[in-house]
C-alpha cells in the first residue's frame, strides 16, 4: 500500500478568522484559502503547503453544551509536532492563552491549550 498521509482537519468555531490569525501567531501557518462553504456557512483552511485545518462556521449558532471529551463523535484533541516546545508555549501565553497538562515521557515532551471554542491542541516535541 502507497503512503497515506492525513491532509487535513475540520472543526466547526465561532469566528474562523480569528482562529486562523491565533493558528499563525502560535504556528506561524499560513490561509490556504477561505470563503463560502456548506449551507450558507464560511471556512478559513489554515496550515502549510501540504496539510491544513478546515475552519468552518455554520450559517446557524455554534455554542453547543458541554466539550469534546463528552460529546460522541466530537474530536478529543490536535496534536501538533514543533522542534522547539518553549518557544511555541511562548507564543501560545502571548496569544493570552493558559497552557495546562505538561509531561516529559519517552520520547518527547508536550503542553497542552484550549482556544476561544473549547478546542484542545497537545503541542509535542520529540528533540
Known amino acids: 500500500m502507497a503512503d497515506v498521509l492525513l491532509e487535513h482537519v475540520n472543526f466547526t468555531v465561532s469566528d474562523p478568522d480569528r482562529t486562523a490569525r491565533m493558528l499563525n501567531a502560535v504556528f506561524g501557518w499560513t490561509i490556504r484559502w477561505s470563503g463560502p462553504s456548506k ?8 496550515g502549510t503547503d501540504a496539510r491544513y485545518v478546515a475552519l468552518f462556521r455554520p450559517a446557524s449558532d455554534v455554542d453547543g453544551p458541554g ?24 507564543r501560545v501565553l502571548e496569544q493570552g492563552i493558559k497552557t495546562h497538562s505538561h509531561q516529559t515521557y519517552d520520547p518527547g515532551s508536550r503542553f497542552y491549550f484550549h482556544d476561544e471554542d473549547r478546542i484542545e491542541y497537545e503541542v509535542v516535541s520529540y528533540g
Open 39 to 46: 449551507g450558507g456557512g464560511y471556512t478559513v483552511h489554515v
Open 67 to 90: 466539550d469534546s471529551l463528552t460529546r460522541a463523535g466530537a474530536v478529543n484533541h490536535i496534536g501538533v509536532l514543533v522542534d522547539d516546545l518553549a518557544a511555541a508555549e511562548a
